[in-house]
């Protein structure tokens, strides 16, 4: 059970100690105290964690303090949605809303390479007027003796030429906690010109060292990719594994499924899961079509699959497309193959509002419907 508190219900106040007093005389029950320091107000949920059942919804809805009380099924106790469930599906980052009603296209490079190709990215963004980017800089790679990121060293250009092309958040995936330390640091040398959204790869989905500590810090959102191998449930666990430690602040990527069953493509699209994670979760869901698909095919009417299945995941109502573009792909270091040029940017934000576009008048149409 979740107890949402009024909103600036400071623990001084008289109604919070009375409240805490209530609670800890209940039998076998623990709590656990989230704040959310929002621009305007802080808003307290205390989590009650074991035997709740015999608890009366409407006598812990006339607590002190307490403005309403939510019954939650097991899963997800933070991120999930429940019954009567007036939490937020958004949060905002540097600027930027993510949220269950946005759309954010994380264009950029799979990996970093040269603060030259970072700058016609960066540049090519901002002449397309998008604020967000993906840029690798710690690649965890099948071979040991492939390319693994530049780390550290790249980091200072890279949040330098951000700043200077008006780039507001840059996913970036980690795969240690070094790595959150080492991008805190350069952001503060550098004079915070960007922002980051720390992600956690698919080989990570269940390094639950991991995502305790990722999910301790909450000066980064998250973007957690589904595990290509687990089931949906494990990885939306994954996911809590990050509220539970703190961060609530988290996007949901899906990255399609290894299994042969997709081949040609690189993994099976999963983008039907999209409206799936929205009714289970609160969570922004994330798409990526390039690990997806994983190469530059197109059918017959020069459509690339890669723009396609993008399309499919925004129709579905996707918040979030992570795609891989790069000046001069044949020179990537990393997944060259399946990268979208420059040159292409301009079409494939237009399919993205084609696509958008859609998904907002099926939803239009679905209410219309149901009033
Ligand atoms: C990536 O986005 O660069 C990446 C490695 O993705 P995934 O973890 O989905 O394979
Ligand atoms: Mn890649």
Known sequence: MILILKPDTTKSSADYKRLMEYLANLPNIQIRI????????????????????PLNLNDM???????????VSEAYRILGRHKVDVRATHFDYNGVRFGQDTLNVFAGLCAVDTPEHVELMMKALRDNGQVCTRMGAYKPRSNPY?????GKNCLPYVFELAGKYGIKVIAMEVTHESHVEEIREALKQTGHPTGVMLQIGTRNTQNFELLKIVGRQKEFPVLLKRGFGITLEESLNAAEYLASE???????????????????HRNFVDFSHVPVVKRLTRMPVCIDPSHSVGSRDSAPDGILDIVTVTAQG??????????????????ALVDGPQALTLEELPYFLEDVRIAREAYEKRSLLAKRLNT
């Open 34 to 53: 989230h704040e959310e320091q929002g621009v305007q107000q802080t808003l307290t949920e205390i989590y009650l964690i074991g035997d709740t059942a």
């Open 314 to 331: 925004v129709v579905a109502g996707a918040n979030m497309v992570l795609v891989d573009f790069h000046p001069a792909p044949h020179k």
């Open 61 to 71: 809805d006339g607590l002190p303090g307490v403005e309403r009380a939510v019954r």
């Open 146 to 150: 492939s390319f693994q990121g530049h």
């Open 246 to 264: 703190g961060n609530r602040n988290v996007v949901f990527g899906l990255r399609g499924m290894k299994t042969n069953v997709g081949d040609p």
